[in-house]
């Protein structure tokens, strides 16, 4: 459930009062400021009706100077007011505005993508050649690789050329860091590399390829639908920075062979990311507002999708070749 506050002209409140009537709003009130010049009005809206008012409120007041939107969570109404069952067999509770916010704001190139990168792959170095599972999981949480990601993925549902080129740098500057970094860590920190931790990120099979597809689609869905906790599993099901770690390790010890297998890793790991991703934001309906976008927008995931699934099949193809000629 959210409260949909419109802040601008007071004489727009019709066109306001009429979307909310149209869209069978649960409740709508007006406050105007001291001068009635600008007025407040906010609409209480079930979920399954939050995307349709937000639409309706854009396309309506595009061209009006100095309006504003904001949407509030709402914890809870008095008295209680009864669920109406949607229609929509995947109707999520987030609307497409609320997801963009928290989705850029994931494949932002700052300096806190930066350290938290940098912290990870320390983190995730000595954990993976000391042989510690807990430090491995404590950088697998941190997971500053799995927004860029997802945001890749979002882009590409919109269409939105912009976020997919931010989400794409940052995610190339990210796992080059990482890799750099545990390159050097490599280097200044002599081991074996034999390490349990180590050499389990040095092999990749079928079992870890579905697996990499079924976290990362729990955790779009956790995403679309608020259920913030299920991500936590996600990062640590499908994480980026310990394979990343250990191809930069091996290739500081001159182990080429565990090198590829985890860079094997890393690939589907990613592959299967988006690939989840990008089909779970299609069955949720996330998609621009406008009908030219719409077209753009469904171009762009179809092509992404056949782009996605045939890396991953040709990475499925190396697997094998792995397996037969590399570790016999």
Known sequence: MRMIEVIGDCGHVDTIRGIAEQNEIMDCWVAKSEEEERCSARLLVRPENQQAVLDALQQALTAVPGWRIIIQPVEGVLPRIEEIKSEKKFSGSRTREELYHEVEAGARLDSNFILLVIFSTIVAAIGLIEDNVAVVIGAMVIAPLLGP???????????????????????????????????????????????????????????????????????????????????????????????????????????????????????????????????????????????????????????????????????????????????R
């Open 149 to 327: 990601n997802i945001a890749f993925a979002f882009g590409a549902s919109l269409g939105d050329k912009v976020l997919i080129a931010k989400s794409l740098k940052t995610n190339f500057i990210g796992l080059s860091l990482a890799l750099l970094l545990s390159y050097i860590t490599g280097l200044i920190w002599p081991n074996d590399m034999t390490s349990h931790e180590l050499i389990t990120r040095t092999d990749v099979t079928v079992p870890a390829m579905v697996l990499a597809l079924v976290a990362g689609a729990a955790g779009v869905l956790s995403m679309t639908t608020g259920i913030s906790s299920t991500l936590v599993g996600v990062m640590v099901a499908v994480a980026l920075l310990p394979p990343t770690a250990t191809l930069g390790l091996m290739l500081a010890n001159g182990n080429f062979k565990f090198a590829l297998g985890s860079a094997l890793l890393l690939a589907v790991n990613v592959v299967s990311v988006n690939l989840a991703a990008k089909i779970v934001l299609l069955f949720k309906g996330v998609k621009p507002r406008n009908w030219l976008e719409k077209q753009k927008a469904r171009q762009s995931m179809f092509l992404y999708i056949i782009f996605w699934v045939i890396s991953l099949s040709i990475l499925a193809g190396s697997m094998h070749i792995y397996h037969n000629y590399f570790q």
